[in-house]
Structure formats: structure tokens, C-alpha cells
């Protein structure tokens, strides 16, 4: 299936902003989080077609899926 | 009113200098201090600020920023908690952070900090770890509260003490070249939703630091989101986040729609 992956802030560093990707069916986010190379602790928001979702939720064909690190600094 | 009138009138009536400030602003007198001020707020909103008293939770990276916005606007009372002493790894950010304070508790530099930019403003430190149980008295007469807060667990506790109270919130947190704004009126739960995912303390800061234009960034967003909920002017940034990236430059307004 092909999914949207858009890329936030330092998710984008040395990968992409927005790829059309061929992904297997019934995937979760924590698995393109995976695949991408991205460790889980550092995802913070997480949007599938601008929807709140979270890294068990499973993906769809043409789904968009958005990637905001966490960020807690001050 | 230049300040050397408001200095002689506190000395010759024996009053406090912030007394002086609202009773020259409630007679629409404008201290020359605000002058600059003056075109995009009415005396009456330079005294509706006075009047008004603004919590900053941290007193570190944003929240020494949000401080000395906050004082140099004549906000008449400010809250600032921290429980941490100045390191010298603050200094390369940090805005009440000196060599002279290297050691000494970063309320103490807010208070010398607003002592000498602006001293009609009353500023109480409160050298304490914010948590559940001291946060309900700390907030008690704020009008709003400022995040400047390092800890996930921290913010979401601030988060649900706002909400108890009533009181509105506006958010920031950074990291890197990177960081975000959002602004909370009670019964709206955005903090909760941006640190959704249970068991957080940390973001990507721990991988990425702090430099020190990310913190002025988004200190200043904040304190702007502030002084509109104050006044009720402009849009507020409401049910939405704003991400501030300053690598690739790009700055994304994102809804946060009910799930």
C-alpha cells in the first residue's frame, strides 16, 4: 500500500520532508518508525490524515502519515 | 511621567513604586517607559496589564525570556518558581544567567533582573519545585501561567492545576533548532494531546541542547499569546500548535482535532 510520510524538524534531518512510500498491508506506526530509523522515544505527535494516532495505530492505502519529535525543553 | 517623578512622588508620599504606577495609569498618565507601547496598546490596556499577574513556571532557557518581556511591558505582578541555582552550562543561554549569579538560585537573578529593568514591578520568587501539591497555592491570583518548564510529567501536572483552577495557559517547549507554542483556556486539554504518549519525560532536547536563539523564539511567541489572552485582543493560538523549525525554516500552524 502507498502512504504519505511527512517528515517534522529533526525527523527530516538526513531522511526526507515528504516521500510517497510502497509499504506491505497491515502496518503500524511503530513500524514505519522503525523502518525510517527513528527511535520511538523521540515521536511525540503523531497525525494519520491529520488525525491524532498513536505508534499502534495501523495504516491504510493512501493514508498521510505526519512525525513530530517530542520536544520538552525549556 | 518620567520615572524620576514616579521615584520622588513614591518617596514623598512614602508609597511603593507599583503604587505610584497605578495611580499615574488610572489618572491616564502614560510613564514615558511605555511611550513605545503606546500605539498598539490604549492606557487603559498598559493598565489592565499592570494590573494583571502572570505565573512563569522555570525560570531557565524560556522562562527567563518570558520574564524580562514580561516587565519590560509593565506586567505589575509576576510569579517566578524555579528551584535550580545558575550552572555555568545556563550561560550560553540563559538571559538572567551572569558569572556574577554562577551558583546563586535562578529566582534570585529574576528578582535582580526586573529589579533593575523595571522596579514598579513586583516580582515574587519562589524557589520550589512546581508540582501537584505546591501548584494549586503558587497559582492562587495568577490571571494566566507561562510554561517555561523542562519536564514532561512537570507540564502535564501544570496542565491539569490550570485546568482545576481555571486558569489559561500558554505552552512552549524547545529543543535543538526547534520548538512549539500553544495557548490552553480551560476545559481545552492541548498539552495533553501534544504529550499524549504515556511515560514521557523527555524530548529529543536530551539528543539536541539548547541554543540561544530558540529560546528568545519562542519565549517571545508566548509572551505575545499572554498579553492578547490578557487584553482579549488578536486570535490566540487555540485547539492548535504552533511548530517553530529554525533549521529548515519553517513554521506550521497544526489543528489538534478532537479524537
Same mark, same amino acid.
Given at each position: 500500500?502507498r502512504i504519505t510520510v511527512r ?8 531522511r526526507f520532508k515528504e516521500e510517497?512510500?510502497e509499504y506491505p498491508p497491515t ?48 | ?86 550552572? =555555568? ?10 558569572? &556574577?549569579?554562577?551558583? =546563586? ?19 515574587? %520568587? ?10 494549586? =497555592? ?24 490550570? &485546568? ?33 504518549? =504515556? ?11 539548547? %541554543? ?9 511567541? &508566548? ?34 482535532? &478532537?479524537?
Amino acid at each position: 500500500m502507498r502512504i504519505t510520510v511527512r517528515l517534522f524538524a529533526n525527523f527530516r534531518m538526513d531522511r526526507f520532508k515528504e516521500e510517497i512510500r510502497e509499504y506491505p498491508p497491515t502496518l503500524t506506526v511503530g513500524e514505519i518508525v522503525s523502518e525510517l530509523g527513528i527511535p520511538e522515544p523521540e515521536v511525540g505527535i503523531i497525525f494519520i490524515n491529520g488525525r491524532n494516532a498513536s505508534l499502534e495505530t495501523s495504516l491504510g492505502e493512501g493514508d498521510t502519515l505526519s512525525l513530530f519529535p517530542l520536544v520538552g525543553g525549556g | 511621567m518620567p520615572y524620576s517623578a514616579q521615584a520622588e512622588a513614591a518617596d514623598r508620599y512614602d508609597l511603593p513604586l507599583s503604587a505610584i504606577e497605578e495611580l499615574s495609569l488610572t489618572s491616564g498618565i502614560l510613564p514615558v517607559r511605555y511611550k513605545k507601547n503606546q500605539k498598539i496598546f490604549s492606557i487603559r490596556q498598559q493598565l489592565t496589564l499592570f494590573k494583571s499577574t502572570v505565573a512563569v513556571i522555570g525560570c531557565g532557557g524560556l522562562g527567563g525570556y518570558i520574564i524580562e518581556e514580561l516587565a519590560r511591558l509593565g506586567i505589575g505582578r509576576i510569579i517566578a518558581i524555579d528551584p535550580d541555582v545558575f550552572e =555555568e552550562h545556563n550561560l550560553n543561554r540563559q538571559i538572567l544567567c551572569t558569572h &556574577e549569579l554562577l551558583g =546563586e538560585k535562578k529566582v534570585t537573578g529574576a528578582v535582580q533582573r526586573v529589579a533593575k529593568i523595571n522596579p514598579a514591578v513586583r516580582l515574587q %520568587p519562589i524557589s520550589e519545585e512546581f508540582n501537584s501539591n505546591n501548584g494549586p =497555592e503558587i497559582l492562587d491570583g495568577a490571571d494566566i501561567a507561562a510554561d517555561a518548564l523542562d519536564s514532561i510529567p512537570a507540564r502535564l501536572q501544570l496542565a491539569g492545576i490550570c &485546568e482545576q483552577l481555571g486558569i489559561p495557559l500558554v505552552h512552549g517547549a524547545i529543543a535543538g533548532w526547534f520548538g512549539h507554542v500553544a495557548s490552553q483556556l480551560p476545559g481545552e486539554k492541548t498539552v495533553q494531546k501534544i504529550y499524549a504518549r =504515556e511515560g514521557a519525560e523527555k524530548g529529543i532536547e536530551t539528543s539536541m541542547g539548547n %541554543p540561544s536563539f530558540t529560546p528568545a523564539v519562542i519565549a517571545s511567541i &508566548e509572551v505575545a499569546e499572554i498579553v492578547k489572552i490578557l487584553l482579549g485582543v488578536g486570535t490566540p493560538l487555540r485547539n492548535s500548535y504552533l511548530t517553530v523549525d529554525l533549521y529548515h525554516l519553517e513554521i506550521n500552524k497544526i489543528p489538534l482535532k &478532537e479524537d
